[in-house]
């Protein structure tokens, strides 16, 4: 049975992922699972490779599954998701993989089974675009990047 707070996602073991751990939570609080590779490799500097979960997944219409770093790799290895959060779909059917980036100076080591990301199962909603001849006014108005911050613009 599940609590009200939680939403069942169907998953489906693919060969290379047998014996390997679900996603789960570390602990009662954490709003992210963490997820584990099915496949040994190495990130050298600078590198990118879409790392094999092993896993397949239904998720529910409405929701949204966002992959993002683990915050440990990424600090101590330089281990990031480069497009975070990446999204995953609620149509998408094939092998859910982690792309990951290694902004360090070392190559980095990937052992079958490590934890490799972060999962969170969000809800999505969907806009619909209303076409209009004006906008309201506000107080930035079109003041774009870095326009609301102590960016102080040189003048000629």
Known sequence: MHSPAEVPVMVKILPHGEGLDLP???TDGAAGMDVVS??????????RHAVATGLSIAIPVGFEIQVR???GL???HGISVPNAPGTVDSDYRGELKVILVNL?????EIVRGDR????VLAPVTRASWLKVDE????????????????VVALGN
Do not use: I, M, N
């Open 135 to 150: 906008l309201d006014a506000t107080v930035r108005g079109e003041g774009g990047f870095g326009s609301t911050g102590g």
């Open 74 to 76: 990424a600090l101590k």
């Open 116 to 119: 490799v990301a972060q999962l």
């Open 69 to 71: 770093p683990r915050s």
């Open 24 to 26: 789960a939570y570390a």
């Open 104 to 108: 360090g100076a070392e190559p980095f």
């Open 38 to 47: 099915a496949e040994d490799v190495t990130l050298a500097p600078g590198a």
